[in-house]
């Protein structure tokens, strides 16, 4: 295990000021009970590729971004996963959360602590868990970006056209009347809709997916937290101060008296300076179960094995993972996802998803199960 206390960088300026922040301390509850708490879904192999989610992400942004440049934020519990998964990364990129409190908190903080290394930081913020196609669109449109947000007090998240009505997706709504230099301003953002307003999103066309990837400049986004979320405006000058003089990966107290917010509804549902850029990069978010059929064809029927061994007749339409070990025998079941991890075996309609999570919560109630 590598030694737990953080050595800081060196704060000279580095000639490349495009930086990338991931987030890695989710814990992954929609895709239970293959991704729980103890294990989230960014530590594990899940297509039995040999590369688990945070492997992919780090390697892609590594293709054109110095090692140096690249800081994972993850929580306490989850840091012997990032030192077995990512062994060539030190502890000085691992910024260390002591308790979970949204992804504005991962973002502010991760901020404070490159601005402090370099003054004129341009930040990419990317999800640790997401399955890219066409990596070399994605280094291109992340560049782009970075060239845009690189000037004024902008920020960009970047958007993927949608391709179905797709209700586990967030969605962007682009103001085509409003554009810089090729960038439209967002119009409005719409969480997970219901169906009949997924299929209205699609036939629109100014709509698009939101990936959850974001960039900015450093000093853009700490205005916005500033003039956006009044219960930071006390704790930015002591997150910058302990940047400068402090270890980051021991701030109990710190994290304890922020509020619990995610990045999306503190600030890029409020900011006026939010553009969107759509993307060409092949995108999907392995949020949900159902969410994974689009990503791969499956056998003749539609049946999708994830690293897993099956016998199947008169089944079409479902996704199973079992352990290593097993092997699944089903006659006459369609569009289900029969998933087993440990102590836990679900099977559920896969498109069911508030169903699966009334069975995680249970699960977790009633009988101990995490």
């Not at 840091?79 to 260390?96: G, K, R, T």
Request: charged share 25%; with cysteine.
């Amino acid at each position: 295990m590598k030694c737990s206390k953080l050595q800081m960088p060196s704060s000279q300026p580095m000639e490349n000021h495009n930086y990338c922040l991931i987030l890695a301390g989710g814990i992954g509850s929609r895709l239970w009970p293959m991704s729980r708490k103890s294990l989230p879904k960014q530590f594990i192999d899940i297509f039995g590729t040999g590369r688990t989610m945070l492997q992919e992400t780090y390697e892609r942004f590594l293709r054109f971004m110095p090692a140096e440049n690249i800081y994972i934020s993850t929580n306490v519990e989850y840091l012997d996963y990032i030192y077995q998964q990512l062994p060539q990364v030190d502890d000085a990129h691992i910024l260390e959360e002591p308790l979970r409190r949204g992804t504005l908190a991962s973002v502010a903080w991760g901020t404070v602590f490159i601005k402090t290394l370099d003054a004129k930081a341009n930040i990419v913020v990317s999800p640790s868990d997401q399955l890219i196609l066409q990596e070399d669109k994605f280094h291109e449109d992340i560049n782009r970006a970075f060239e845009f947000v690189s000037t004024g007090n902008r920020l960009v998240v970047m958007g993927i056209r949608p391709t179905r009505p797709e209700t586990g997706y967030g969605y962007i709504q682009m103001n085509d009347e409003d554009v810089v230099e090729g960038f439209p301003h967002v119009k409005t953002f719409t969480e997970k809709p219901k169906l009949e307003f997924a299929e209205i999103f699609l036939r629109d066309g100014s709509f698009l997916w939101n990936t959850g990837i974001f960039l900015f400049g450093a000093d853009a986004m700490l205005d916005n937290i500033y003039s956006l979320v009044p219960e930071y405006r006390i704790e930015l000058p002591q997150m910058m101060a302990d940047a400068k003089i402090a270890d980051p990966k021991f701030l109990p107290e710190f994290f304890s008296v922020l509020p619990k917010f995610n990045v999306d509804m503190g600030i890029m549902e409020k900011s006026h300076n939010v553009f969107v850029h759509e993307s060409h990069f092949g995108w999907a978010d392995l949020g949900t179960w159902h969410t994974l059929d689009a990503l791969h064809p499956g056998d003749d029927d539609g049946n999708l094995l994830l690293d897993t061994k099956a016998l199947l007749s008169d089944s079409s339409g479902n996704i199973i993972r079992l352990p290593k070990e097993r092997i699944a025998v089903i006659d006459g079941l369609k569009d289900f996802a029969i998933v087993e991890e440990g102590d836990v075996l679900m099977i559920c309609p896969k498109t069911n998803v508030s169903a699966m999570r009334r069975m995680m919560t249970e699960a977790q109630t009633q009988m101990g199960i995490e």
